[in-house]
């Protein structure tokens, strides 16, 4: 299993972060979630949140006002969206594949994002 | 500050034993499984350890993991320099809903 991310790199304050994850070698449908993981220097590792092949989700509460995470099975991709972005959404964003939504075992290789005017 | 607590940095010499700890709680570590992640300088996280113990294939046996109450441990034997990295733990916080992490340990072989 592959996992690859990409959107934009830099995205202005109060905007909205966009990132895509292309599955590869594994289908979507399968017996897994799928998640969002950032890190960044202040808060080291940060859990998004999980999305099943269903549609059902898991957010991080302290997030769940601005994060949505959805899948489009069609294409075996997983997308999150990001809104009213800060500077403290700043950082490296992986996708992951969750055997559990709690737990990761395969990782993307990241994408880094940055905050600025 | 994280929500469980690991010591920024440990040491050992090729060929040693380390352990590194993990500190939680009674909403995650006391009550769910705990994982391990190993982090590369500029690399992504990768899965060393699941559900306390438990190797993913491809991690040696070198490496292991345990749990006691609200602690965790992660176990390297026979230390290699290729070892030197960030190790992670983990796990889902019931009062908090949402998975934690510790802040990671700097392992340096000497």
């Known amino acids: 299993v592959q996992l690859q991310e990409s959107g934009l790199g830099l995205v202005r304050p109060s905007d909205t972060l966009s990132l895509t994850c292309d599955v590869s070698?594994?289908?979507?449908?399968?017996?897994?979630?799928w998640a969002w993981i950032r890190q960044s220097p202040g808060k080291g590792l940060e859990w998004l949140g999980s999305v099943y092949h269903n549609g059902n989700t898991r957010y991080n509460p302290s997030l769940e006002s601005r994060v949505s995470i959805w899948v489009d099975t069609s294409k075996n991709q997983f997308f999150l969206r990001v809104t009213s972005v800060t500077d403290a959404d700043a950082g490296v964003y992986y996708c992951t594949r969750n055997p559990d939504y709690y737990y990761m075992d395969v990782w993307g290789k990241g994408t880094s994002v940055t905050v600025s005017s | 500050q994280s929500v469980m607590t690991q010591p920024p940095s440990a040491s050992g010499t090729p060929g040693q034993r380390v352990t590194l700890s993990c500190s939680g709680t009674?909403?995650?570590?006391?009550?769910?499984?705990v994982f391990w992640y190993q982090q590369f300088p500029g690399t992504a996280p990768r899965l060393l350890i699941y559900r306390n113990d438990q190797r993913p294939s491809g991690v040696p046996d070198r490496f292991s993991g345990s749990t006691s109450g609200a602690s965790a441990s992660l176990a390297i034997s026979g230390l290699r320099a290729e070892d030197e990295a960030v190790y992670y733990c983990?796990?889902?916080?019931?009062?908090?809903?949402?998975?934690?992490f510790g802040g990671g340990t700097k392992l340096t072989i000497l």
């Open positions: 983990a796990a889902w916080d019931d009062s908090l809903s949402r998975v934690v």
């Open positions: 070698g594994s289908s979507i449908n399968s017996v897994s979630y």
């Open positions: 009674s909403s995650n570590i006391g009550d769910n499984s």
